[in-house]
């Protein structure tokens, strides 16, 4: 039985808000410079009830009850906990009751498995580790320090962060971003579109029974154990997280494992931060669709690639019928997310290669969306047969990501992109995304939707936004983008040039406030 998540006080605050109402942001990549004053740092900013010993603390999710003009998160890589006095055991893979495999090798660490781990993620060509300004194995950071803050409140609240930490740590890159105005720039990433609309809901109170077979048709409510470690997930089971024996928690700042009580949970209440650092072609991007498309500037042909209007963010599909569990009843939310891909099975709405129908496919258990219970058991004992593109994708349940990126650089209007010639003026987005699981979550849907050729049928094409156009093994094309006709030929069109590139990322652990203050309270003999 799924239980309800109820100590919000004990979760950093990112899981249930993306900090909208903070207009400014940024990001402090560190370097544990002395591990003893670095915990002392993390002792004095995990608020203890009636002892805040600096003007500021990490902001967990009961903070958000009430109006917050600034936030501070804090993440750590497997390097950064294992200056901290970590212990091995926890970090070091062949354990089940460590820190997961992705984790502890990193997203570019120096390992047999790299180059594939690189391969699947699209990270090859001039997206590979060994171009990145940050992230590759001798520039990975320990800790990752998230500041935001109201407007024309970040520069204070940076410099006392930053003067704060200067015992304990090094700063070795500061990561800025975008200052929302009132038009709402950090709701559109630098192509222009709006960003951020399709994310799951966190099933918090537990109204679904996890890994039943009640859940055949495509829903957006998301069991809370996806994005937390120590609750159920969509499996109805317990991802792999660290689990210590009491003994090693001798101050019992650790709460009891559900599924193993003999157990310290230091997993519980926390998750892993996936954070991706994008640089994006703005101009090069608009140029393109402009010649290839010139009747309307190149929109149409953009706003097919990305699956979505430019103006309003609306899908190119319409809504759906029939009520989608986890969206909710306010018209924004129903129009914009409120939709399968059961009512265009040829993509003549939304192409089968645009950006949102391969980040999130929508699909339910038994592809082609609500079939129930009959038509799942006469398809499984093999008296119904599939359409020729069901069952080339794994119901997107089981791999969705909650998103908190922000823009960054100096963004520019379709018309100044259309005539910039100037090839320094650089902007993108920091990707950062939430998930239980890194292999079955993040990773899953960069290899198997994002940079698949093969994705729902297709051949020769990977995403129009994001892929590295990197030809496979014997020169096999990867550049292509297909829209389907109602009649006549399908049209092709080749030689996308890269629009986005990777500039650095790495995987962190976010933890939860108990955790965090365990990790302060480790020795190096522990």
């Not at 010993?53 to 003009?69: D, F």
């Not at 009640?214 to 998301?222: F, H, K, T």
Request: glycine share 10%; with cysteine.
């Amino acid at each position: 039985m799924a239980h309800p998540v109820n100590e919000y006080h004990d979760i950093q605050g990112i899981l249930c808000s993306g900090y909208g109402s903070l207009e400014e942001a940024c990001f402090l990549l560190l370097r544990v410079a002395d591990p003893a004053e670095a915990k002392a740092w993390l002792a004095a900013v995990v608020e203890e009830p009636g002892d805040e010993k600096l003007p500021y603390s990490v902001t967990h999710a009961g903070h958000l009850e009430s109006h917050q003009k600034q936030a501070l998160q804090v993440a750590f890589t497997a390097q950064g906990l294992r200056k901290l006095g970590v212990p091995e055991d926890l970090l070091k893979e062949g354990s089940n009751h460590a820190f997961s495999r992705e984790f502890y090798l990193g997203m570019a660490a120096e390992e047999p498995d790299t180059e594939g781990r690189s391969r699947r993620l699209g990270d090859i060509g001039k997206n590979a580790p060994a171009n990145w300004a940050w992230g590759a194995p001798v520039q990975t950071p320990d800790v990752i320090v998230m500041l935001y803050a109201e407007a024309n409140g970040l520069t204070a609240f940076q410099q006392m962060v930053i003067e704060d930490l200067a015992l304990g740590f090094e700063v070795i890159l500061v990561l800025g971003t975008v200052k929302a105005t009132a038009e709402g720039n950090t709701r559109r990433e630098p192509f222009g579109f709006v960003d951020g609309i399709s994310q799951p809901e966190i099933d918090w109170d537990a109204r679904r029974e996890p890994g039943t077979r009640a859940d055949l048709e495509y829903g957006n409510l998301i069991s809370a154990g996806e994005f937390l470690l120590g609750y159920q997930n969509e499996y109805g089971l317990y991802t792999q997280r660290p689990l210590l024996d009491p003994t090693r928690d001798p101050e019992n700042i650790l709460a009891a494992a559900e599924d193993n009580p003999c157990k310290r949970d230091l997993g519980r209440n926390g998750t892993y931060l996936v954070f991706r650092h994008l640089e994006q072609d703005v101009s090069g991007f608009w140029r393109f669709v402009d010649r290839r498309s010139p009747g309307d500037g190149g929109v149409g042909l953009a706003e097919a690639m990305v699956g979505r209007r430019l103006t309003t963010g609306d899908p190119l599909i319409a809504a759906s019928r029939a009520d989608i569990r986890g969206v909710s009843g306010y018209a924004d939310d129903i129009r914009q997310n409120g939709f399968t891909y059961e009512t265009d099975p040829n993509g003549l709405s939304c192409p089968f290669g645009a950006h949102i129908r391969r980040a999130n496919p929508r699909t339910s258990d038994m592809p082609g969306g609500r079939q129930g219970f009959l038509s799942w058991l006469l398809r499984t004992i093999g008296l119904k047969h599939a359409g020729p593109r069901d069952d080339l994708i794994s119901s997107s349940r089981f791999h969705r990501i909650i998103r908190r990126g922000r823009p960054y650089g100096a963004l520019m209007d379709r018309e100044t992109a259309l005539q910039d010639d100037d090839p320094g003026s650089t902007s993108g987005i920091y990707f950062i995304s939430l998930n239980a699981n890194i292999s079955r979550q993040f990773e899953f849907i960069q290899n198997a939707w994002i940079v698949n050729t093969k994705f729902n049928g297709m051949d020769g094409e990977t995403d129009p936004l994001l892929g590295n156009r990197v030809p496979f093994p014997g020169d096999h094309p990867t550049d292509a983008f297909t829209l389907p006709q109602p009649s006549g030929p399908t049209r092709r069109i080749a030689g996308l040039p890269r629009f986005v590139a990777v500039r650095g990322g790495a995987y962190f652990f976010l933890p939860s406030l108990r955790a965090l203050r365990f990790f302060a309270r480790q020795t190096a003999k522990s």
